[in-house]
């Protein structure tokens, strides 16, 4: 039996780097940090990638998933940088890359019947090492909000909708998933919940009536928070209405280095 030939690893002579080569849309179960109970099981969908010398002519693809398989159940972002590191060293790269895209629940209560209901929010972890280790993380909320020209310009009512605010941000301390969700609740016209009762939808829809706010105005005002938290070194906020009157939506952006 002849010798079999390993075709990735033959010398390509064209002489061009690959910034990212690897594997995209690997579903995998992770263990996160969770404020309240330390940690919660979910499951993720990973882009994970080296980068390629300009002599090689291909990666070994199985072996992100080798790497993969000896992380996944230890606290990831915690081991972000190893893990990133193993599969630099693994792939023979001078850089690695991961993009970890998951839901993350949270017991939502009520705010009058006191109702307690799992609500999840779309997260994610984009790291990177190079020279350097590089971690941002982020969240995606829906909030409502209510229109302030709209309750202006009404004899009775006012159009609302629901938002899908995003914040990406990078620190030096850590900073909890839980926390960027309370600064972007409460700075639009109200939350969203997975269960209200009656006493409960009444609250929210007054809330909001009476906290009408631009899709300008949750970005401003989220700003101002992150701002003032000496914790984050650069942060991106994004806000789009999902118009409920319009056939498209509203938006509004903000990115900041502290």
Not at 125 to 135: I, T, W
Not at 165 to 193: P, R
Request: charged share 30%; with cysteine.
């Amino acid at each position: 039996m002849k010798d079999k030939i390993d075709i990735q690893s033959q010398e390509d002579k064209r002489k061009i780097t690959i910034d990212k080569v690897g594997v995209k849309k690997v579903r995998y179960p992770i263990i996160v940090e969770d404020r309240i109970n330390g940690i919660q099981n979910t499951v993720a969908d990973m882009d994970i990638f080296v980068e390629l010398p300009h002599h090689h002519r291909g990666t070994h693809m199985s072996r992100f998933i080798e790497v993969l398989n000896r992380f996944h159940k230890e606290n990831f972002i915690k081991k972000l940088p190893e893990f990133l590191e193993e599969v630099r060293n693994a792939l023979n790269a001078d850089a690695s890359y991961v993009q970890i895209r998951f839901p993350y629940f949270i017991n939502k209560i009520a705010p009058i019947s006191g109702i307690k209901a799992l609500l999840s929010y779309n997260c994610f972890f984009e790291a990177s090492l190079k020279k350097d280790f590089k971690l941002i993380i982020g969240v995606e909320v829906p909030v409502t909000t209510l229109c302030p020209c709209s309750k202006e310009i009404s004899d009775y009512g006012a159009h609302s909708q629901r938002s899908l605010v995003v914040v990406k941000l990078s620190f030096d301390e850590f900073v909890w998933l839980e926390e960027i969700i309370e600064i972007v609740e409460s700075s639009a016209s109200s939350g969203v919940y997975s269960l209200l009762k009656r006493v409960d939808e009444k609250y929210v829809t007054e809330k909001a009536y009476d906290n009408p706010v631009f899709v300008e105005d949750i970005v401003r005002e989220i700003t101002l928070k992150l701002e003032s938290d000496n914790r984050i070194k650069w942060f991106k906020v994004e806000s789009e209405n999902l118009e409920s009157i319009h056939n498209h939506n509203a938006y509004a952006c903000v990115e900041r280095n502290k």
